[in-house]
């Protein structure tokens, strides 16, 4: 496929929010489907019992939020509200269980009220170790793998056996190995792989097969390596905060219209939130808890057992020749929010600059992000130029 027909197909895909892909998927394969917020999910529990992990990143500005702010006082983000309002409205019926990672109250209070509203409906809150010693942790998470593999074979009648496990860990270890390719063309040449084309070839992803999704972002990543696109004066910005609700598709827009090349982001985190390879040898549930303990990838969601909060951004900033950091994080988001001070404090330090801002996923104003991020990225050009 050319880069034309790829980046249109990702965006089909990104507006679907009826998920018509998800239920031709099942017609065709006589399965069944489960649903996941973003974070972290073991999607190979899924993939392994037969049925399509399925992430749910809220309606953004396609749904107005009517029955949703029935549900949720307004002081909190907007995903559970807009997610409601998809359940309720009848366009997740194609969805036949749900997954709700670890991330705040907002998201274990949102798995309560699914189960009062579908008590027909397979649900559950994923309760992941906050002590991360093998022994420990490793132990409790693995023994909550093993219940969820249950759950998940009685949901799809279906019996995941190790060997299946093993082969579902191999598809998702390359699938974030094609991941790390677009990551390391767009921190190479960004201008090869613009971050609203970068962000919807991902979120291909939410729905996609993940061996499908395989070759379609290394599909994507040959045709924009082959692609004639004129490299630009821009200032070079890792983006941190979205790794739960995500950022309007005319924010990440926005940003490189003010002439930011966004060279990293922690948009779409779930897709890649185990760092590496999960090992395909021995227990596979053990592996799976083990890569958790040792791999996650770093943000707000995730205790930190050692070293000081912000070191991992500061490394990334180095990692990808950053230029500076822009904090984008959903209004009311108490984990992102939270962590900001701690991750400016790090950024001050070993003085690299930084803005910030906050946004909801149906932001429909976005001048005065424009003027900021395009003043931050003009000064940085000025100082680098002293």
Known sequence: MSLQTLVERAEALYHDIDLRFVAQWKQEHDGKAVGHLPIYVPRELIDAAGMLPVALHGA????????????????????????????????????????????????????????????????????????????????????????????????????????????????????????GELFELRRGEPWRAPAREAYLIIRAGDVMPVEEHTAFVRAYVQAAREADRVKRDHTRVAVTGAFCEQPPLELIETLERAGCYVVWDDFTLGARFIEGDIEVQGDPLDAIARAFLSRSAPNACVFQPQGPRGGWLVETVRRTAAEGVVFAAPSFCDPALLEQPMLEAALDKEGVPHTAFKYAENLGQFQVIREQAGTFSDSLRLWSEA
């Open 60 to 179: 953004g500005d396609q749904v107005e939020i009517i029955r949703g702010d029935a549900y949720f006082q307004s002081y909190i983000c907007q995903i559970p509200r807009s997610v409601i309002e998809l359940a309720l409205s009848g366009r997740l019926a194609a969805l036949d269980g749900f997954l709700f990672p670890s991330t705040c109250d907002v998201i274990r209070n949102l798995s309560g009220m699914w189960k009062v509203l579908f008590p027909d409906r397979y649900v559950r809150y994923l309760d992941v170790p906050q002590n991360f010693s093998v022994e420990v942790g490793g132990k409790f998470w693995t023994e909550e793998l093993r219940e969820i593999a249950a759950d998940l074979e009685r949901l799809g009648g279906r019996k995941i056996t190790d060997s299946a496990l093993a082969e579902s860990i191999a598809k998702f270890n390359d699938n974030r190995r094609a991941l």
